[in-house]
C-alpha cells in the first residue's frame, strides 16, 4: 500500500505545470572542452610528435 495516493502527485504534477508554463526544464549539458579533455588532447599530441621525432631521427642516422 502507497502512503501518498495518485491523485495528490498529479496535483502536483499539474500545480508544477501551470508555475513553469506547461514545460519541464530542461537538464544542463555537459561541458565537452574542460581541463581533462584539454589534458589528454596535450597528451596525445605530445606523443604523436614524439614518435614524429623518433622517426625523423632514425632516418637521420649516418650509416656506416
Do not use: H
Not at 495518485?6 to 508544477?16: F, I, T
Not at 501551470?18 to 581533462?36: A, H, M, S, V
Not at 589534458?39 to 632516418?59: K, Q, S, T
Amino acid at each position: 500500500m502507497n502512503a501518498i495516493d495518485s491523485e495528490s502527485r498529479e496535483a502536483d504534477w499539474d500545480r508544477y505545470d501551470e508555475e513553469l508554463g506547461g514545460e519541464l526544464p530542461g537538464r544542463p549539458r555537459r561541458q565537452f572542452f574542460n581541463k581533462w579533455t584539454a589534458l589528454l588532447f596535450a597528451v596525445i599530441v605530445g606523443a604523436g610528435c614524439f614518435y614524429g621525432g623518433i622517426r625523423v631521427e632514425r632516418n637521420q642516422l649516418a650509416s656506416s
